[in-house]
């Protein structure tokens, strides 16, 4: 019973992620919404029995990729600072 609440539950707090990441106009809180969209889809995986593929994810996905974002963004300058 519980179990399928989650697999019910666990999608569409993926693609609510997944819509925050493309619907914000902050870079450093969508590349933060790109992160937990990863980390919900390594819970995923691991719940469909796939724990080494939800590691991969976990680390590559959130960790990884979610540092070279920031690291990334904060090494641009922003169009506001200009006015």
């Known amino acids: 019973m519980i179990l399928d609440i989650i697999h019910i539950l666990l999608p569409l707090l993926i693609i609510g992620s997944s819509l925050f990441a493309v619907l914000l106009k902050d870079l450093i809180a969508a590349a933060i919404a790109v992160a937990a969209m990863s980390l919900l889809l390594s819970l995923e995986f691991f719940i ?35 006015k």
């Open 48 to 82: 469909l029995q796939a724990p080494d593929v939800a590691i991969a994810e976990a680390g590559i996905g959130a960790c990884l990729t979610t540092a070279i974002l920031v690291i990334a963004i904060k090494s641009t300058k922003r169009m506001e600072d200009e």
